[in-house]
């Protein structure tokens, strides 16, 4: 008993390639010529330099178009604006290749050159075997070079490879076609081998964050007190002054992120039913981006210096009376250059 079906495999604007299976033992292909049907507002393309857009839309309004356009510049723009792509395009300035180079034309010792040009501007002094400061942290009188710390330069690596992958230049490095990511090449990763045996030798490891004790806490608290009792403060700095108080309180007690509690809105704050704290319901961060959330409370302390309720209320409290609204938007703002409050990330 036979049976028969078809799967068409290429598909061009009137010719379609189909394999018809008679049985198990026969194979029959056939070369089909068929007119394609196409919708109307499918059946024209205006075609420009760089531009291919379907005459689907030309029936609609310029501002349609318009808020097309809107929408994606928008995207751009806030993709652009975090601090990673900020990083990245400050070090993409900074890319100089010899001669007449350019990020198309790179090659993995090129990135490598660029790397020990970088270590001009390096805070870390490595120092050499016979030093009498081997293993001190700071910057001597000595004559050991100061380079860039190793865990600095596997960042740069990281950006590079992602500068190079924005432009095109994907997958390994093809050394026979000089084609691929020049910032992945093995060469590469053997310079970042290289610099951080050096400078573990040398005994320079990471420098860890200083943990910040209650005591301390309780120092910080009072010294911004006493700061917002100056009558010299503008505005803007009072401002400031009550949002950091309140921001480093809530850091201190929530052990959240302070990247990530910089994102935090106000529509995500909720009160205790007896008033005893702040439920928090996080949703966007860097440890948060695919639809999960960090819930967790905050409750009032005992020591007013040290309540972050307290110091989140009279932040809301000084912003009323500045007439800045946090109802909405970011609960911790920042500011622009031009020392003016805007509804951004802290």
């Known amino acids: 008993m036979s049976f028969s079906f078809y799967s068409s495999l290429f598909s061009f604007p009137s010719v379609s390639l189909q394999f018809r299976v008679c049985s198990s033992r026969q194979l029959r292909v056939h070369l089909v010529i068929t007119p394609m049907i196409v919708p109307s507002s499918f059946a024209k393309i205006v075609a420009m330099p760089g531009v291919v857009f379907p005459l689907l839309l030309q029936h609609r309004s310029t501002s349609t178009f318009s808020a097309i356009e809107l929408r994606i510049n928008s995207l751009q723009s806030s993709s652009l604006s975090t601090a990673y792509s900020k990083q990245k395009q400050s070090l993409r300035a900074d890319l100089a290749l010899p001669g007449q180079k350019n990020l198309f034309d790179a090659t993995p010792l090129d990135i490598c050159r ?105 120092s910080l608290s009072r010294h911004l007190e006493k700061r917002l009792l100056l009558p010299s403060l503008s505005p803007a700095e009072i401002f400031i002054t009550a949002r950091d108080q309140a921001f480093f309180k ?46 967790f409370g905050m409750h009032r302390h005992p020591h007013p210096t040290l309540c972050p309720i307290r110091a989140i209320e009279s932040y809301g409290a000084i912003a009323r009376e500045l007439r800045i609204s946090l109802s909405c938007g970011y609960l911790f703002r920042s500011t622009n250059p031009q020392g003016h409050i805007v509804d951004t990330p802290f």
């Open 114 to 218: 660029f790397l020990v040009f970088k270590d001009s501007k390096g805070k870390t002094q490595v120092h050499k075997a016979g030093c009498l400061h081997l293993g001190q942290r700071g910057i001597f009188s000595c004559q050991c070079p100061l380079r860039l710390a190793y865990s600095t330069v596997d960042s740069y690596i990281g950006k590079l490879r992602s500068i190079f992958s924005d432009i095109g230049r994907q997958g390994d490095w093809n050394r026979t076609l000089l084609l691929g990511n020049a910032a992945s090449d093995l060469l590469v990763k053997q310079y970042l081998k290289e610099v951080t045996a050096e400078q573990l030798r040398a005994r320079i490891t990471p420098k860890q964050a200083v943990p910040l004790f209650p005591d301390k806490l309780l």
């Open 250 to 295: 809530a850091l201190f007690f929530s052990g959240d992120r302070g990247g990530d509690l910089g994102q935090v809105k106000t529509s995500e704050l909720a009160r205790f039913p007896d008033d005893n704290g702040f439920l928090f319901n996080h949703v966007w961060g860097k440890t948060l981006r695919d639809g999960a959330s960090n819930l």
